[in-house]
């Protein structure tokens, strides 16, 4: 069954730190590849999709399919980005299209 | 309209009681998902709907019935849960299943307690 890691339950940077959530999936074939992002008291939003190599809030992910990776960056930190970060799976050619979701990271930016 | 609704966004039921929790969706998304998530953990899938008809039921318990009235609203029918049962109860819809996924757009859940 496909997998999805997130190692960290927990990272606390401060204001102006670089940021990188990591994310490691298992899964052989042609993965779609997502980050959504919970802000406290919020729905889930997305952040971001692999197929379309984009930058929102300052963050930007690239599929590395050699290592398996879609680690999440983001150059400088603000105080709004505290939040918990989900990756998540969906498998492209397979009837399962259903995302699947790493277990999150909090992310935490101090002052 | 870009968005997802549920209803209601609380919800505390017993044991033998008979509830139902309500999605609907304008975004022409023929796609749509049941996601159950406890606290501090990811969402898990339950139940996914492609042009109204289940595709996947993630083994479930048969005390969750799910419904798929039409391509804009989603149901699911509680009937003798459990404590264990609550939980925030996401609904997600997407575009078809059989194109390229370009994400979900999620509600904003229901929390359930089961007293």
């Known amino acids: 069954a496909q997998r999805v890691t997130q190692p960290e339950k927990l990272l606390s940077v401060f204001k102006g730190a670089p940021v990188e959530l990591k994310c490691n999936y298992s899964y052989s074939g042609s993965p779609e590849l997502f980050w959504y992002v919970q802000y406290s008291r919020q729905r889930l939003q997305l952040l971001l999709r692999?197929?379309s190599r984009e930058s929102i809030k300052g963050f930007t992910a690239d599929l590395n399919k050699g290592e398996t990776s879609f680690h999440l960056k983001k150059p400088f930190a603000q105080e709004e980005d505290s939040a918990m970060y989900y990756c998540a799976l969906s498998l492209m050619d397979t009837g399962r299209r259903a995302l699947t979701f790493g277990s999150g990271t909090r992310l935490q930016v101090q002052p | 309209d870009t968005e997802v609704t549920q209803t209601p966004k609380h919800l505390v039921m017993g044991m033998t009681n008979k509830k139902s929790l309500k999605c609907e969706q304008h975004?022409?998304?023929?796609?749509m998902y049941w996601y159950k998530q406890k606290a501090k953990k990811p969402p898990e899938l339950m139940f996914v709907y492609s042009y109204e008809k289940l595709s996947i039921n993630e083994s479930v318990p048969s005390r969750f019935s799910p419904e798929c009235p039409n391509s804009s609203l989603l149901n699911l029918h509680l009937h003798a849960l459990q404590p264990e049962d609550s939980a925030l109860y996401l609904c997600?819809?997407?575009?078809?299943?059989?194109?390229?996924?370009?994400?979900?757009?999620f509600g904003s859940g229901t929390r359930l307690t089961v007293v």
């Open positions: 692999h197929i």
């Open positions: 997600a819809s997407s575009q078809a299943s059989t194109v390229r996924n370009y994400g979900y757009t």
């Open positions: 975004m022409g998304h023929r796609a």
